[in-house]
């Protein structure tokens, strides 16, 4: 059984920045495809990055240049960098590994303009 748990989230101000971190249990993460999702109130879940088992990385648009996507083998654990942040990415962030299909619980990110 899989289990992923988010950690990071928080209340930030605008340009501040924030790590996610999501901590894998019972598979390796550098095995499977992980991702970070978010889903802002009233908003269908988003792809916000990926990071592939080569370590090939994808982001959504509107968070190139200031969301940084990481693998920390050693740790089993999946980062999520988030630098320059803006009122609109507040949301609840999920961790997802694609395949197999797991999710974490999600973290709350709040940022204040």
């Known amino acids: 059984q899989v289990r992923l748990v988010e950690s990071g989230g928080g209340l930030v101000q605008a340009g501040g920045s924030l790590r996610l971190s999501c901590a894998a249990s019972?598979?390796?993460?550098?095995?499977?495809?992980m991702g970070w999702y978010r889903q802002a109130p009233g908003k269908q879940r988003e792809l916000v990055a990926t990071?592939?088992?080569?370590?090939?990385?994808n982001y959504a648009d509107i968070v190139k240049g200031r969301f940084t996507i990481s693998r920390d083998n050693a740790k089993n654990t999946v980062y999520l960098q988030m630098n320059s942040l803006k009122a609109e990415d507040t949301a609840v962030y999920y961790c997802?590994?694609?395949?197999?299909?797991?999710w974490g619980q999600g973290t709350q990110v709040t940022v204040s303009s």
């Open positions: 019972g598979r390796i993460v550098s095995l499977s495809v």
């Open positions: 990071i592939s088992s080569r370590g090939i990385t």
């Open positions: 997802r590994m694609i395949s197999p299909n797991y």
